[in-house]
């Protein structure tokens, strides 16, 4: 895993999210892969995909983590063909370099916990 989603995956533990299941990129061709997580705050676990986009035009061949020009978070998986869900959160890895990615995770969790608020539901 990356440093970058490594330092992702880390913060969204903090926040009291966990993966529950990592999505191929053989399965969607715009993507490194997709992250399923959960909230692990509330009963009802309310569920999120985070989403590693890949340059569309790379004509080397890739390994996993690299190429990664933005990571978005959404409510559903994304179409395979690139069609997106309502985004809840984005970075836009493209124009930073890892090292100040680290500051922008933060803001990101943020928006995802605040979209799991906004999810509750009384009973």
């Avoid at 913060?11 to 990592?22: A, C, I, M, S, T």
């Avoid at 705050?41 to 999120?48: D, F, I, N, P, S």
């Avoid at 890895?93 to 916990?113: D, E, G, H, R, Y």
């Amino acid at each position: 895993m990356s440093e970058l989603k490594q330092a992702l995956l880390n913060e969204l533990e903090k926040d009291d999210w966990q993966q529950v299941e990592v999505i191929a990129r053989q399965i969607t061709g715009h993507f490194d892969e997709h992250w399923k997580i959960q909230s692990t705050r509330e009963q009802w676990a309310t569920e999120v995909y985070i989403n590693f986009t890949v340059e569309p035009v790379w004509d080397a061949p890739m390994e996993l983590g690299q190429g990664i020009t933005s990571i978005t978070a959404t409510s559903l998986l994304p179409d395979p063909n690139g069609q997106q869900a309502a985004q809840i959160a984005l970075i836009d890895v493209s124009v930073i370099s890892v090292k100040n990615m680290i500051s922008k995770i933060k803001p990101f969790v943020f928006k995802l916990n605040f979209y799991r608020r906004t999810q509750c539901v009384d009973v």
